[in-house]
């Protein structure tokens, strides 16, 4: 009889936060067009709720190792892996998809077995485990090959890329970002295509073709534009930029950061402010304007913090630091006022981007 009320008290449990994450998730996830989630009424109170519940949603996510609830707890995985990224909690991340994957192999579909195998691959990604990932996406790229699924293989196909990225493999890289940006024209999916060609953009000023980098970034950017998908358009002008820099186009490459800063702060998306700050300092600093880069420094120092990177908020500090010498005390501007271009080409070698992820819909 216990037995029988609490397997009855973890099903309501496991109801009820899953059907809050799902909103949540879809009020993560919302463009403009769509219907509006009920929920929540933006994404602050949908991520305060997700903040407030962390613990015990991750912890209910587990409960996938049990067979009774593995579909069920694998779901409620699935709907925290946009806010487990996007607060950099990959820990967390981590355990959700390992247990989600576990159990998929063992009583899921192919279908769900190549979402769970996608996710995985996304974290360990994350997380600095490329090879890992690599091998994790091409289980799901197969997996949803043979269920002739292609939304879901281009998907695998442009997080493949990614990893391949990561692990220096740039030509395979390129190759699965081309076959992903074609899969989702032929899918009508606009907003996975900007995400794809977005990646691709990247890996190609990453092996050194700045143009056709630059071609892919801007159709990436007007694609995000087009769909309203703030957050992804923003992260297309922080790639934009980075590969403006490489053609020597410095005063793009600040409008560019610029543009993505404001986007960022726009949704309280601080580690991506953080990166725009730290490239709008590398820019500065090909400029010759080293109290503007300090500034920058300082300013993504404290996004990083606000973002969950402590390492990256400790590199910016010390950036900082070692230009407030050349610095004047009395001098304090702002990335909106950027100074003029100087001549000198030496340029400092920008980190590759954080490029966005081609997650479930």
Request: glycine share 6%; charged share 25%; hydrophobic share 40%.
């Amino acid at each position: 009889m216990l037995r029988d009320e609490g397997d009855a008290a973890r099903d309501r449990v496991l109801a009820f936060y899953l059907r809050l994450a799902s909103a949540a998730d879809d009020r993560l996830r919302w463009l403009p067009g769509r219907p509006e989630p009920d929920r929540f009424a933006d994404r602050a109170h949908a991520l305060a709720w997700l903040d407030a519940e962390r613990t015990g949603l991750v912890a209910a996510a587990q409960w996938a190792q049990e067979e009774r609830l593995a579909q069920t707890a694998a779901r409620l995985g699935e709907c925290l892996m946009e806010y487990l990224d996007w607060r950099r909690y990959f820990d967390d991340w981590i355990a959700v998809a390992a247990t989600a994957l576990e159990a998929m192999r063992l009583t899921g579909s192919p279908v769900d077995e190549g979402n769970a195998w996608n996710s995985f691959g996304l974290v360990l990604r994350k997380v600095g485990r490329p090879q890992e990932a690599i091998d994790a996406h091409v289980r799901a790229r197969d997996l949803h090959q043979a269920s002739e699924d292609p939304h879901r293989e281009a998907i695998a196909w442009g997080n493949l890329g990614l990893s391949m990225q990561a692990a220096g493999r740039l030509p395979e890289a390129i190759d699965a970002h081309a076959r992903a940006c074609n899969l989702f024209q032929i899918t009508q999916d606009r907003t996975q295509e900007g995400t794809a060609w977005s990646n691709l953009g990247v890996a190609l000023w990453e092996l050194g073709h700045t143009e056709e980098s630059i071609d892919a970034l801007v159709l990436a950017r007007d694609l995000h534009r087009a769909t309203g998908d703030r957050i992804r358009e923003g992260n297309a002008w922080n790639n934009l930029g980075l590969a403006l820099l490489k053609a020597d186009r410095t005063d793009e490459a600040i409008e560019a950061w610029g543009n993505a800063l404001d986007i960022f702060r726009e949704n309280e998306n601080w580690y991506g402010a953080g990166k725009s700050l730290h490239n709008l300092a590398l820019a500065h600093t090909v400029a010759q304007s080293p109290a503007y880069a300090r500034t920058c420094w300082l300013q993504a120092a404290d996004a990083y913090i606000r973002g969950n990177a402590s390492d990256q908020a400790e590199l910016a500090r010390a950036r900082a630091e070692a230009l407030t010498a050349s610095a004047t005390p009395s001098d304090t501007p702002t990335p909106a006022s950027p100074p003029g271009r100087t001549t000198d080409s030496s340029q400092p070698s920008p980190p590759p981007p954080d490029a966005p992820d081609t997650a479930e819909q």
